[in-house]
């Protein structure tokens, strides 16, 4: 039986495609369509208060259909293939090799999915956490201000991907990408990600999905250590020799002969071991600033001309950029419908910031990341290769200060910051834990980077009248949006200074968000399973993110 897509199919949101709708427009009766489903779904809101969804639909019919290309655009109809049944991520390599994994984010995770159906066996090496313990600690850090500084937002089973929204994004094509959606949905995400146009999990999805991905590993063979913090590689002989061993916080030597290091933004203390070594690196731009926070029904009001729940639709979201006065740009990145402003430190001593969206979007808020582009003068005397880190750290150092010390994150009522005045008290409690607290931001950030802020804050309002509001808040810092370092390889992704060390992901350089770090894992798994099963590939060039593209 041929199987078909139907795009250009335009419904009033909340209704979706019927079979009845899709035979009428194809001229056929009902019964002849079978296996039918939807493909893909996106919303209009060009027309607000008027909603659209535009779907495509798959179907199959017993005979091929005739005058296919006689139907009006937008409507289109393909062939497509039937769905096919889970397949190897990579073929078999043929050998056994020492592999690690240092690091469980979606990079690791997506590179050890392919390494284990190669027929490896890695040791995956995370310094963290698994999901549920670490999901305890990260609450009662959030609920209490208790810390640990190996087990918590950034570090752990999942990577900092795992309290997030859970956004499946890309701002890349890609072919992989429908593998990567496929993948998570295998081990337990919605439906909904095979078929939204902005797919995301929820954080208290992910957690069900990571405990499903760690089953399969550990059942074809590969091992998983946590709170295995790697400190230092060891090369054989000469300083210019291959990969020898891993050496654990403990003082254990893992021996290997491979390493994949998916390290995360975050690794601040592993990437300085590795620069240590002679393990090449080049700065990379990023940005920081602050998180913004409305109620959700004022987004929704903007964006969509009425509430969310009374349309029948999902939260509405934005993403805005504005090139500021002083040539730097501001942009919004992370957006989280219905989510959470939510505590990222993890370094004793330093307030950071994010956003996380559950599964059902419901808290009723709405935040996004709100950053500037660094600029080399934000550095001051430092020279170092890693003065990004450096930086960060002091805007994080100083907000821990201004909070009182508590994990506390300064914030301020936007008309407060673009009135330059003191802040008043917060028009509400926000939903950062452990606490916001009114405060300037004159000595978190330089005049450079408030004057873009500003600037961009008013370019924002009048391309959505409303988003500067008394009930929106600004808290800060937003400092991790990416990697400020890109760890070097070539062609085949194998680091130019140290054989047999292969960087991937966030922090590394070359990824920025869920997906594409989970496709720059399987990337990677591709040229090493290939080299140990002494294949030769053709070598590719892959684009080095400035900043996150989600």
């Known amino acids: ?37 939807l493909a893909r779904r996106s919303l209009d809101a060009r027309k607000k208060p008027n909603l659209f969804y535009e779907s495509a639909v798959e179907f199959e019919t017993e005979q091929p259909f005739e005058g296919v290309n006689e ?43 392919s390494l284990v159906d190669a027929g490896l066996r890695p040791i995956l090496l995370e310094r963290g956490d698994p999901a549920e313990e670490r999901y305890r600690k990260v609450m009662k850090f959030w ?33 992989k990408i429908a593998v990567i959606l496929e993948v998570l949905h295998r081990f337990g995400a919605p439906d909904t990600i095979l078929w939204d146009a902005k797919p995301h999990i929820g954080t208290d999805r992910l957690v069900v ?47 290997v002969e491979f390493a994949i290091f998916a390290l995360g933004h975050s690794a601040r203390d592993t990437v300085g071991a590795l ?31 009425g509430l969310s729940e009374s349309c029948g639709v999902n939260p509405a979201d934005y993403k805005q950029a504005f090139m500021a006065s002083n040539m730097r740009g501001v942009y919004t990145f992370c957006m989280c419908p219905g989510g959470e402003v939510i505590a990222c430190s993890s370094e004793a001593g330093g307030v950071v910031t994010n956003g996380m969206s559950r599964y059902k979007r419901s808290s009723g808020f709405a935040n996004a990341g709100l950053v500037v582009q660094t600029k080399p003068e934000d550095f001051g005397e430092e020279s170092s290769l890693l003065r990004g880190q450096v930086y960060q750290r002091k805007v994080e150092e100083a907000a821990f200060v201004l909070g009182g010390e508590t994990y506390a994150a300064p914030a301020i009522r936007v008309t407060d910051f673009l009135s330059n005045r003191d802040p008043r008290p917060l028009p509400r409690k926000t939903t950062y834990g452990p606490e916001a607290v009114p405060r300037r931001f004159d000595g978190l950030f330089t005049e450079p980077y408030l004057v873009a802020l500003r600037e961009a804050l008013a ?37 130019t200074s140290l054989p047999g060390l292969y960087p991937a992901g966030e922090g590394a350089g070359f990824a920025g968000g869920i997906v594409s770090a989970a496709l720059d894992g399987l990337r990677v798994a591709k ?14 060039r892959v684009p080095t993110f400035k900043g996150p593209e989600y």
Request: glycine share 10%; charged share 30%.
């Open 275 to 305: 620069l240590s070594r002679g393990v090449a690196m080049t700065e990379k731009p990023f940005a920081m600033g602050v998180r913004i926070e409305h109620p959700q029904d004022a987004i929704d009001r903007i964006q969509l001309g």
């Open 71 to 113: 139907l009006t655009p937008p409507l289109r109809l393909e062939v497509v293939p039937r769905p096919k049944g889970h397949e190897l991520l990579l073929p078999p390599a043929g050998r056994d090799a020492r592999v690690a994994v240092v690091g469980t984010g979606p990079a690791g995770l997506f590179a050890a999915l």
């Open 1 to 37: 039986m041929p199987r078909y897509r139907l795009w250009g199919l335009r419904t009033p949101a909340p209704a979706l495609p019927t079979v009845d709708l899709v035979a009428g427009v194809l001229g056929v009766r009902a019964e002849t369509l079978s296996d039918f489903s």
């Open 209 to 255: 999905v990571l405990r499903n991905m760690r089953k399969h590993l550990l059942e074809k063979g590969a091992e998983i250590r946590y709170r295995a913090k790697v400190v230092d590689v060891l090369r054989e002989g000469s300083e210019t020799g291959k990969l020898r061993s891993l050496v654990l916080e403990s003082g254990e030597e893992i021996p």
């Open 527 to 540: 040229y090493l399973r290939a080299r140990i099963a002494g294949e030769t590939l053709e070598g590719e």
């Open 143 to 175: 609920k209490s201000g208790v810390f640990d500084p190996e087990s918590n937002v950034q570090f752990g089973e999942g990577g900092a991907g795992t309290f997030s929204d859970g956004k499946l994004t890309c701002g890349k094509r890609h072919d």
């Open 459 to 495: 370019a924002f309002d009048r391309k959505m009248r409303g988003f500067v509001s008394e009930e929106a808040v600004l808290i800060a810092p937003e400092t991790r949006t990416s990697s400020p370092v890109r760890i070097e390889r070539d062609a085949y992704c194998e680091s």
